[in-house]
């Protein structure tokens, strides 16, 4: 099992033992970086990213290069993933992703939109859309 499954399955088990958010949310931290072995800001991301999962929510994704992975599940897609690019000094500085070019057209106030997710740190190499 993942570290992102064993997360889930201890936020899955915390919020059946108690409705109690904050409870919740400490438990989750403290079992995570007990079992999983993780720092606090790690256990923080994680529980995050896990109650989202947990929820059916989507997960950003920042992994670098990977345009056709959903972000809300573990297994590849055929979808394609736009990203919203924010340039500074050349290089991407943040990319805001999702599936709905038109959407993201919308709320790029000028910023380009590109196909796929570039790295961040580097020039952009990917064409406008």
């Not at 929820?55 to 055929?78: A, L, R």
């Not at 000094?89 to 000028?110: I, R």
């Given at each position: 099992?993942?570290?992102?499954?064993?997360?889930v399955?201890?936020?899955?088990?915390?919020?059946?033992?108690?409705?109690?958010?904050?409870?919740?949310?400490?438990?989750?931290?403290?079992?995570?970086?007990?079992?999983?072995?993780?720092?606090?800001?790690?256990?923080?991301?994680?529980?995050?990213?896990?109650?989202?999962?947990?929820?059916?929510?989507i997960?950003?994704?920042?992994?670098?290069?990977?345009?056709?992975?959903?972000?809300?599940?573990?297994?590849?897609?055929s979808?394609?993933?736009?990203?919203?690019?924010?340039?500074?000094?050349?290089?991407?500085?943040?990319?805001?992703s999702?599936?709905?070019?038109?959407?993201?057209?919308?709320?790029?106030?000028g910023?380009?939109?590109?196909?796929?997710?570039?790295?961040?740190?580097?020039?952009?190499?990917?064409?406008?859309?």
């Amino acid at each position: 099992m993942t570290k992102v499954e064993q997360a889930v399955t201890i936020y899955k088990e915390e919020v059946a033992n108690t409705k109690d958010a904050k409870a919740v949310r400490a438990a989750c931290i403290e079992r995570f970086k007990s079992e999983l072995g993780m720092t606090q800001s790690g256990a923080t991301t994680y529980y995050h990213n896990s109650k989202k999962k947990a929820e059916g929510g989507i997960v950003k994704s920042y992994y670098k290069g990977k345009e056709t992975m959903d972000p809300g599940s573990d297994n590849p897609c055929s979808k394609v993933v736009y990203s919203i690019v924010d340039i500074n000094n050349g290089v991407v500085e943040s990319t805001e992703s999702g599936y709905d070019l038109k959407l993201l057209k919308s709320q790029a106030k000028g910023r380009p939109v590109v196909r796929g997710l570039p790295d961040l740190d580097k020039p952009l190499k990917l064409k406008k859309v």
